[in-house]
């Protein structure tokens, strides 16, 4: 009983009686700024630092610095905590606000602060501020009023939980959080005023822990936006902002949003939202997406410089694997770093060879995290790997013409055009490195993507993560990252929905582009003209799964319920599963590089297709075999991959049955193709119709025909 009081009036005294609790990871984001930098944290006139002039914690810290015979005057650095639980802390943070013409005397005009709490900062040690903390958010930082002092600095801040602000907190805080949420969701509910639209960017940039997004809003009416974001949901297929949401943007041609925090592997409904002033709230359609595959890059330094070298080259390195981990789906990867005097091209940069063996020099403008993912991306390929399939499929690290070097991988391509807002993008480079240029003479700045020279290096994670997300687009499009990946990095590259119904068209002019589907027949899976009739039956229409595991898709019919197997070497098969798709019934899906148009509701609608592959003994591909006008159909069978753009008999079209709906609502009647086709003395009249393959047809059909006519002149018609 006398403990127990006691503990009551030391708790009352403000003063813990239990030990402290380190949370500084648990609600501080890049507490220490080694993980990029200055991300997370809100700057103004301060910089970061990587010099031995101030006992920072690891390779950086943050300062502000004028000359001697002036002062610092105002700057602050800060950081939103969203919902720290009520309790007690203890903010500490290593800092100095000192003039180097006397640095023991004390200055004014600098703090450490937590919400309204502060303490006064002076000469350099270590700084503590112990406050309590009620319910909600807080803001924590280091801020410069008129300070007297010309170097100011900060580093490495750490929370620390003493104990409960008092007995019952934590049920209180979760008492007032349900009751503001339900607040808020009565309010969006009952909001009155025009409703915006919004829409999300057809294209999402996945990686392994977060997704980039962009939205355009047309205010319809509306009155002023004052939150915009992207909503997500594990299991809601319409998320809501009572869902996670984020809000977080960088910021380049417009906002890219960051949808985070994600686990890898896992599938997400992320849907893009807007709040008015008038709390009306608005979505945009809802995507399911997966992140990557887990990566597991790891790292080791030799410690062959000296004391600030070293913690410089280690903070880099570490700060680039954290971002390859987060960023792509490399796994058993381990960059071995080392310190060497005269390292890389010019005598003084850096080196790395296919596998991971980097040098770093002296010069400390490359002792980086730029010049680490640079040179880690030789490790994994990137100008020290030519892809097995040759210049003409993707683009060749040894061409001839090196100056005038193309990346041809969709993956890629479609990534800078996303990061850029602009379709006239395209990844250029110099036969060893790569980078994104503008096809249309705009004069806007490019992210420096491929990081190649310290110059290009703006310490921000937009460039880190734009970096490491382009690389792995290199290995989606078909580079091996190692010696044990065999067809570049399987990837979520098709976005699906798992409710709905798809249909796979072969994109060869001969087989089936435009009036064929892949269906199922008996125990193989074949293809034949079936955008003729009124109805499509389900033995033509499919349902896709995917493993986010292995980056592998599935596709089952939905009238059998079987999936499409490429278990034995002769046609592909039909399987009963009891169990989960297994090897035999997963396929990488690889965009297919050239475009091909289709009319939709009277607009050109512009699309591409995918190579089926899987790896048995050497690379394959689902191939379209020749329609036999007999039998009525075309087999399907595997095929040795053929990875140039001239293999359309293995690149499919995937449709949606909302495509698909809108593609069979159009028809072309027979008088058109006539009226088409007079004169001013005559009118010729059409005496044959035909399909690709020579089959005799009564009347046009959907896709493409052959018509003949009574002058002897022939044509082919698409009919939409």
């Known amino acids: 009983m006398k403990k127990l009081l006691l503990t009551n009036i030391l708790m009352f005294m403000g003063i813990c009686v239990y030990a402290q609790t380190d949370v500084s990871n648990l609600y501080i984001k890049n507490p220490d700024f080694e993980i990029n930098y200055l991300t997370y944290w809100n700057v103004s006139g301060m910089q970061m630092q990587n010099n031995a002039s101030f006992a920072k914690h690891g390779g950086v810290y943050v300062e502000k610095w004028v000359n001697k015979e002036s002062t610092v005057g105002s700057a602050y650095i800060t950081q939103e905590i969203k919902n720290l639980p009520q309790g007690q802390y203890t903010l500490k943070v290593t800092a100095q606000n000192i003039h180097q013409n006397n640095p023991s005397a004390e200055q004014t005009g600098a703090v450490i602060f937590a919400g309204d709490n502060s303490t006064t900062v002076t000469t350099a040690g270590e700084y503590t501020l112990d406050f309590t903390h009620k319910h909600g ?57 025009a409703s915006p639209i919004v829409k999300g960017s057809d294209y999402i940039a996945i990686g392994g822990k977060f997704a980039l997004g962009r939205i355009t809003v047309k205010l319809n009416g509306a009155s002023s936006i004052k939150e915009r974001g992207y909503c997500f949901s594990k299991s809601n297929s319409e ?37 008015t002033q008038d709390n009306v709230v608005a979505y945009g359609d809802p995507k399911y997406i997966a992140t990557l595959p887990k990566a597991s890059c ?12 070293d913690a410089r080259i280690v903070q880099a390195i570490n700060n680039g694997i954290v971002n390859y981990n987060e960023c792509t789906a490399i796994k058993n990867f381990t960059l071995a770093g080392h310190y060497k005097w005269g390292a890389g091209a010019g005598g003084g940069t850096a080196q790395c060879s296919y596998g991971g063996y980097m040098d770093i020099s002296q010069t400390g403008a490359y002792q980086r995290t730029g010049t680490v993912q640079h040179e880690f991306a030789h490790g994994v390929g990137v100008g020290t790997r030519k892809t ?25 391509n479609d990534f800078v055009r996303f990061m850029e807002n602009s379709t006239e993008v ?10 994104a240029k503008n096809t249309n003479g705009r004069t806007n700045t490019l992210i420096d993507y491929g990081i190649n020279g310290a110059n290009e290096d703006n310490n921000t994670q937009l460039l880190y993560r734009a970096n490491a997300m382009l690389v792995e687009a290199f290995h989606e499009d078909g580079l091996n990252a190692t010696q044990s990946y065999t067809n570049g990095t399987p990837c979520y590259s098709y976005i699906y929905n798992p409710i709905k119904k798809y249909y796979l068209m072969n994109k060869d002019a001969e087989h089936g582009l435009g009036e064929g589907l892949l269906y199922q027949r008996s125990s193989n899976v074949s293809w034949k003209t079936l955008l003729t009739g009124a109805v499509i039956e389900d033995d033509a229409a499919w ?39 297994g090897n035999t019934e997963k396929f ?55 990875y140039s753009d001239a293999a359309t008999k293995q690149q499919w079209i995937i449709l949606s049955e909302d495509e698909l709906s809108d593609y069979q609502e159009k028809a072309t009647d027979i008088k058109e193709l006539e009226s088409d086709n007079s004169t001013a003395n005559s009118k010729k009249h059409i005496v044959g119709i035909y399909t690709t393959n020579g089959i005799e047809l009564k009347e046009p059909q959907r896709g493409i025909n052959i018509i003949q006519y009574s002058n002897g002149d022939v044509k082919k018609y698409f009919i939409e």
Request: negative net charge.
């Open 137 to 193: 958010n807080i803001t924590i930082g280091f801020r410069l009023t008129n300070a007297s002092g010309n170097y100011c600095c900060c580093d490495n801040f750490r929370l620390y939980r003493n104990c409960d602000a008092y007995e019952g907190a934590a049920e209180e805080d979760a008492r007032l959080y349900e009751e503001e949420r339900e607040a808020l969701a009565e309010l969006y509910a009952n909001a009155n005023g």
């Open 426 to 435: 395209e990844v250029v480079g110099d036969g060893t490195h790569g980078w």
């Open 388 to 412: 097995i399939y040759g210049y003409d499929a993707i683009g060749s690290w040894d061409s001839p013409d090196v100056h005038d070097w193309q990346w041809k991988g969709r993956r890629a």
């Open 588 to 642: 990488q899906l690889m965009p297919d590089r050239t475009d091909v148009t289709f009319n939709i509701e009277g607009q050109t609608k512009k699309t591409h297709g995918y190579w089926f592959t899987w790896d048995n003994s050497g690379v394959k591909s689902m191939n379209a075999d020749n329609y036999i006008s007999r039998r009525g159909y075309g087999a399907v069978s595997p095929a040795d991959f053929d």
């Open 239 to 275: 998320p809501t902002v009572m869902d996670s949401v984020s809000t977080y943007t960088y910021s380049h041609e417009g906002l890219i949003y960051v949808i985070e925090p994600l686990e890898p592997e896992t599938f997400y409904w992320i849907r893009p939202y807007v709040i």
């Open 543 to 581: 349902n896709i799964e995917y493993d986010p595991h292995s980056g592998l898709y599935s596709f089952k019919n939905v009238s059998s319920g079987e999936y499409i197997s490429h278990a034995t070497g002769g046609y592909m098969e039909m399987k009963r599963l009891k169990t989960a798709p």
């Open 298 to 309: 790891t790292w080791t330094y030799g410690y062959e410089g000296d004391d600030e070298q």
